[in-house]
């Protein structure tokens, strides 16, 4: 009875968090990486191995600094006193451009050139991390803050995680490897654990926090 009731909640949100995602964004961040992707095609350049490992890291992370900005949303005070609850409705925006996000890496991958084209279920793994990542921090901001639109202050920290990241890391534990370093298959093993992680913290951070809801109802309707 409750996955039944759960799927007409979800059934009559779809429009109405349709309309309200970031779409712009969105589509930004995709047409930038489409666009860095496909670069090299475009100068009729044949990059090498590093190079194209290197593009599509960057890639990865265009589409990261995109999600970051899927959480926000400008009638979050008001939408707080309804009965439906927040995890429903983040994952309804997840759910609803997960599809989306999936072609475009697909198209990414395919502008790559083969012959440089670096493992792919190595570099969509760490794709994957990264966009959980940035989940994860927009969940974690909505949840520890008020702001409606965490998403700039989350995409500045996740641009500083990803400069500092291979600066910091020891080399034992070194996650950016290229496909013939032998530490290749470790390295995406620590990625695998790194994308568990994210996504239990992205998980902890959906409800909302005890004494939360009803407090910022009482707000909304001042």
Do not use: K, N, Y
Not at 25 to 40: E, F, H, Q, R, Y
Not at 160 to 177: R, S, Y
């Amino acid at each position: 009875m409750r996955v039944s009731s759960a799927g007409r909640v979800a059934r009559a949100l779809v429009g109405p968090v349709w309309r309200t995602l970031p779409w712009w964004v969105l589509g930004s961040a995709g047409a930038l990486g489409l666009l860095l992707a496909g670069t090299p095609r475009m100068a009729g350049a044949e990059p090498g191995p590093w190079q194209a490992l290197t593009l599509l890291r960057g890639v990865a992370l265009v589409g990261a600094l995109g999600l970051v900005f899927l959480l926000d949303d400008r009638a979050r005070h008001l939408t707080t006193p309804v009965p439906t609850r927040r995890p429903l409705r983040q994952a309804l925006r997840v759910a609803l451009v997960a599809p989306l996000a999936a072609l475009w890496w697909t198209a990414v991958l395919l502008l790559a050139p083969s012959d440089t084209r670096p493992p792919v279920g190595g570099i969509t793994l760490e794709a994957a991390a990264m966009c959980v990542l940035a989940l994860a921090g927009a969940a974690a901001a909505v949840r520890l803050t008020d702001e409606a639109r965490p998403g700039p202050a989350v995409a500045a920290a996740l641009l500083v995680v990803a400069v500092l990241a291979p600066l910091l890391i020891p080399e034992d534990w070194a996650l950016f490897v290229v496909p013939d370093d032998p530490r290749w298959p470790a390295a995406h093993d620590r990625w695998a654990v790194v994308l568990a992680a994210v996504a239990v913290v992205w998980a902890a951070c959906g409800p909302e926090p005890l004494g939360g809801r009803a407090r910022r109802a009482r707000r909304a309707w001042r």
